[in-house]
């Protein structure tokens, strides 16, 4: 087995979308793109999921935070490389405790960030593994981006997967707008 890597975390730990609420902002930079975002995710298996950015904050963290029945899984603050050591992972009592460190022990040791990304494409393409990232996977993620502008705009939750007559399924630019070279 693999370790699970970052770019797993939606797949492997949250699992599908459901439907997503959001809000963006132009707040703190003086840009012509939003520097603030707040999404909220249902997630299809009922759960909750809380995603935030800001480029106006006075130091610059990436952090992962995952709240489950017996254990609280957190990431490091670094950054764009938030895959770092040291994670944390706390249980509610002493027992549980325990185990999930044991289950740590246990589990594979692998390549992070870029280094584990070329490792992981060098499998795939000697050695036939399947590929870290699908391009169904990839699609995933642009109809999670495509659902978070189109709620930002109208206001309103996006169900998930966007389908073809979904008014943003061909583009995030707002409605009049031409994308250069189109004309």
Known sequence: TQAIHAHDIVKHVLGPVARVFAATR???NPIEVEDCSAVLAEMADGSLATFSATLGAATEITRLRFVFENVTVESCLKARDFTDAPWTFVAPDAGRQREVDAALRQAPRDLESFAGQFAAFHRT?????????????????????????????????????????HPAYRGWLPPGVEQAGTG
């Open 26 to 28: 132009t707040a703190v």
């Open 125 to 165: 393409l000697t050695e036939g593994a399947k590929p870290a990232v699908t391009l169904a996977d990839s699609r995933r993620a642009l109809e999670l981006v495509t659902a978070i502008y189109a709620s930002a705009r109208s206001g309103e939750a996006v169900e998930l997967p966007i389908g073809r007559d």
